[in-house]
T-cell receptor, first 111, second 114 residues
């Protein structure tokens, strides 16, 4: 699985959009970008995933660059409950199904 | 909403003792995973089951760790003997079989080895 690079920490004001970047310059054509988050003292939670098109669900939006070497997770209206560690993971959809977590980005939402 | 159950939530033990963790996945989920998360790091896969069979245990320290899923439902992870370096969060996750699998994680067991 390709490696990802994320900033170790970010801050965002409550009510504003939180934009979390992820670099995955060695991503292969059949690898997807997944985002999970882990709120303190809880297990990780799936947020969203995509291949090359932008994706949106009730939690967030995922913007993947045209060359697929980077992506951005957008939380449109951050709340205090969005304070968590966010993990960007790149993996194939088939075959080995394990998730390879990096260090993630610690996002703090400030009131 | 169905959830992955884990017990105990917290465990304190002394080194050289045996410990065991239990996981009950979401009903119908054929794939079960055990991850270990050291403080400040992301989770790392220890073992993966497909039904009752081990699919991947390449990162499981087999000299002291064992895992089983006898009937393909719930699972137990055991450490014997525990070492100071085993202090970590042990997370269980489950997913449906098939090529796409959103993994659902349990709350974890926080192990402290003294």
């Amino acid at each position: 699985d390709a490696k990802t690079t994320q900033p170790p920490s970010m801050d965002c004001a409550e009510g504003r959009a939180a934009n979390l970047p992820c670099n995955h310059s060695t991503i292969s054509g059949n690898e997807y970008v997944y985002w999970y988050r882990q709120i303190h003292s809880q297990g990780p939670q799936y947020i969203i995933h995509g291949l090359k098109n932008n994706e949106t669900n009730e939690m967030a939006s995922l913007i993947i660059t045209e060359d697929r070497k980077s992506s951005t997770l957008i939380l449109p209206h951050a709340t205090l409950r969005d304070t968590a560690v966010y993990y960007c993971i790149v993996r194939v959809l088939q075959g080995a199904q394990k998730l390879v977590f990096g260090q993630g980005t610690r996002l703090t939402i400030n009131p | 909403e169905a959830e992955v159950a884990q017990s105990p939530r917290y465990k304190i033990t002394e080194k050289s003792q045996a410990v065991a963790f239990w996981c009950d996945p979401i009903s119908g989920h054929a794939t079960l995973y055990w991850y270990r998360q050291i403080l400040g790091q992301g989770p790392e896969l220890l073992v993966q089951f497909q039904d009752e069979s081990v699919v991947d245990d390449s990162q499981l320290p087999k000299d002291r760790f064992s895992a089983e899923r006898l009937k393909g439902v719930d699972s137990t992870l055991k450490i014997q003997p525990a070492e100071l370096g085993d202090s970590a969060m042990y997370l269980c996750a489950s997913s449906l079989a098939g090529y796409y699998n959103e993994q659902f994680f349990g709350p974890g067991t926080r192990l402290t080895v003294l």
